[in-house]
Each structure stands twice: as structure tokens, then as C-alpha cells.
């Protein structure tokens, strides 16, 4: 996946690399923020890849998220049902 967006976008492969670390990073730790009693944790806004990847994770941890907001500031929210 890593290479297919850096070919899409023209990227050096390891600032793609960087950019999804970051963004796993950051949705997992919304996702133990959530998991620990926080009723909710909006994400920094996010390309609609980095979006996808943020759903499919709060998916795994059995949460639910929601983009919101319109682009270029769309970004993900994390919650319980």
C-alpha cells in the first residue's frame, strides 16, 4: 500500500512510510483513549487514504468512526456505539 501511494503521489517511499507511522500512531492512540472511558477522539484531518486506513482500524478495536468536516479539513472521529 505504502508504495502504491507514493507512486500515486509522486513521493519519496520514505516519507510515505513516515506519513502512515504517523497517522497509525496517532489513531491508536485515539483508539486507547476511547477504550479507557474518553467518550470520543477527533483525529487531525486526513487525505481520504489516511481515512480509510483510521476506519479500518477503529473497526479492529470493535469502535466506531465517522469522517466529518469538509475537505481539506475532513477528518475522523472515534467512538464508542
Do not use: C, Y
Not at 500515486?8 to 497517522?23: G, H, K, R
Not at 479507557?36 to 466506531?64: F, K, T
Request: no cysteine; net charge negative.
Amino acid at each position: 500500500m505504502e508504495q502504491s501511494l507514493a507512486e500515486m503521489f509522486n513521493l519519496p517511499q520514505d516519507s510515505v512510510a513516515a506519513n502512515f507511522e504517523e497517522v497509525t500512531h496517532q489513531t491508536e492512540s485515539a483508539i486507547q483513549a476511547v477504550l479507557s472511558g474518553q467518550h470520543w477522539v477527533d483525529l487531525p484531518p486526513a487525505s481520504a487514504s489516511e481515512r480509510r486506513i483510521q476506519h479500518e482500524m477503529a473497526r479492529q478495536a470493535n469502535l466506531v468512526s465517522q469522517s466529518f468536516g469538509k475537505e481539506p479539513n475532513r477528518r475522523v472521529r472515534i467512538f464508542r456505539e
